[in-house]
């Protein structure tokens, strides 16, 4: 389940102000912890816009060839045709 960062922010105050141990609150909570300590490992180190959903997929493709490149083999292979 994706949760939105308003509610990534939210758990991880509710964990934080907890007076149980990390562990339990999170077990009540039915969040895993390794998926809380990614969040707040992305809440320390860029703030609330850190927890913001990221693409799965990639930007970028590594073989894609740059538009340029593609028009001028396309050319060459219409002159040669």
Do not use: C
Request: avoid cysteine; hydrophobic fraction near 35%; glycine fraction near 4%.
């Amino acid at each position: 389940m994706r949760y939105p960062a308003s509610e990534k922010l939210e758990i991880i105050r509710i964990v934080k102000q907890s007076h149980l141990p990390a562990k339990r609150t999170l077990d009540q909570l039915g969040i895993p912890r390794w998926t809380f300590y990614r969040w707040y490992d992305r809440y320390i180190e860029g703030g609330p816009e850190a927890l913001e959903d990221r693409p799965s997929a990639p930007s970028r493709v590594w073989n894609r060839i740059p538009a340029g490149i593609h028009d001028q083999i396309i050319e060459l292979a219409l002159e040669q045709s």
